[in-house]
């Protein structure tokens, strides 16, 4: 409830959310029973099976043999349980399952992240880094400075007055999850609630503020109904009691750098259901708005292993593994520190507005048609005059939203230096070698030398075509790009590459631009498909 909650839920609001969740799910799972008497005892074994499975190939998960242990228990248990004791069988798993979920809030930690942190970082930084000093005197250098946020963030403060809010950013990397936080706070709003993968709260640095700042758990390589159900009756429970939401549609960060084609639909569909169950219980503030928000970073922490895997997965061949930079505190710290040092600029840029059946909403949080219309968002969902749920339909409605959601990410998109020379360096390698098809290319590129008055050419043509697309709020062209020549935003690139990169995507040497790192170019180059034809 952004207007009235300052923090997340405590303890005793925790427990408040827990019995009603588990009396959701074991509420819709004995009306499936009634008409099949063998519905729990097949879903428990279904869950058993699962779990077991689960466990025994991630062992050196803490509390995987306490697991494998309970389920085992379970198992043995069902073929002689009473229907009773089926039911208190399941009781027990969601409340297992709703103990892992939940994530704590520390008030103390959050001050720490939202003030304290930035600010220390920014004496470390400066303290390491003499040119960031020279060219920011009289004034240190700071995090806030190098987060942009843009768009329609004003829209954002206002419904969060009028309804629960669900923001859905763009996930390029694990530094998505802590900026966004951080975002909310710099906008004025309190902590929202968010889900994060099971294997990052064993991340060094990340875990530690993940664990103490609200974020639930969400296992994604749970796919049984049971542990689904729950997770889903956990997100609908906690927005109809007004915590707002960070919803990462994407499900995962993007591997090869381009936008995802398709979103998760999952916890998205629980706008909708939570919406029907507001107005059943005749809630004064009944909407929930879905807010898309776009991020883009002139480097990324963790791009060489992320298309390393993308490519390893798509080919099936070894492409040299690399660990994840974002599990090396080295590596984030490095990142950082050039993030600072190179005064780059991450792009946070809030959309339009939606409900939940993805019509735009103006700033009173009215619903519009396509002609500007205000229409009435009950409409959608009523039945025989009374709202109701309708799974079909409103999985209908979700995918319809997600539809939009997608469009805005392109909209907003952030052209930059380093993603606008990729881009034009990549088209003109492909072109060069005659080839189609992208991945094989990759093994051609490496080494590839292309005239260096070529590209520069070719760069003043793609930002010129981007620039007409911004007018037309097809894509957003940062102000930072129109300010540099052709030349200019090569030059930018190739230093900012090569300062944070051991191998960057290319090399600029003796009037050519050689191409260091086929994967890495074809990175960076993905985040502008599909907008221009370079030619």
Known sequence: MSSFRQYLPDDQQKQNIKTEVVRRVLYDFFISAREDDYFIRRKINETVSAEIERWRSERSFPLAEDYIRFFRKVRRKIPSASDSERRYILKQIVELYMDEIQGHFSPIIYRLATRIVPRGLSFILASITPSSIISNLPHLPDVDSHIIISGNKDILLKLARKGSIILCPTHVSHVDSPVIGYVVYKVGLPPFLYGAGLNLFSNPILGFFMKNLGAYKVDRKRKHDLYLDTLKHYVSTTLEMEYDH?????????????????????????????????????????????????????????????????????????????????????????????????????????????????????????????????????????????????????????????????????????????????????????????????????????????????????????????????????????????????????????????????????????????????????????????????Y
């Open 246 to 534: 960070i919803f990462f549609p994407e499900g995962t960060r993007s591997r090869n750098g381009a936008f995802q084609k398709k979103l998760k639909m999952g916890l998205l569909g629980c706008g909708v259901r939570s919406y029907i169950n507001n107005l059943k219980n005749k809630s004064p503030r009944p909407n929930i708005y879905v807010v898309p928000a776009t991020f883009t970073y002139h480097i990324t922490l963790e791009a060489e292993s992320l298309v390393r895997q993308y490519l390893e997965d798509t080919t099936k061949e070894d492409w040299v593994s690399y660990k994840d930079e974002a599990f090396v505190p080295s590596r984030i710290f490095e990142f950082v520190k050039r993030f600072i040092e190179l005064d780059m600029k991450l792009v946070v840029r809030f959309s339009d507005a939606f409900d939940v059946f993805g019509n735009p909403v103006d700033e009173d949080g009215n619903s519009l048609d396509p002609n500007g219309r205000t229409v009435d968002p009950k409409r959608y969902v009523l039945k025989d005059g009374v709202p109701e749920h309708d799974s079909q339909r409103d999985a209908e409605y979700t995918k319809e939203l997600a539809e939009k959601i997608l469009q805005t990410y392109r909209k907003d998109n952030a052209v930059l230096s380093t993603n606008l020379a990729s881009f034009v360096i990549f088209e003109l390698a492909m072109k060069k070698i005659g080839e189609t098809d992208e991945i094989r290319a990759l093994y051609l590129l490496e080494g590839l030398n292309i005239d260096y008055q070529e590209v520069i050419r070719y760069i003043d043509i793609a930002k010129n075509k981007f620039n007409e697309l911004h007018q037309q709020n097809k894509v957003f062209v940062f102000y930072r790009v129109n300010e540099k020549t052709a030349k200019g935003i090569l030059d930018t690139a190739y230093r900012v590459f090569s300062k944070y990169h051991e191998r960057p995507p290319f090399r600029i040497t003796r009037g050519k631009v050689k191409i260091e790192n086929a994967p890495l170019l074809y990175y960076y180059r993905n985040r502008l498909t599909n907008y221009i034809s370079l």
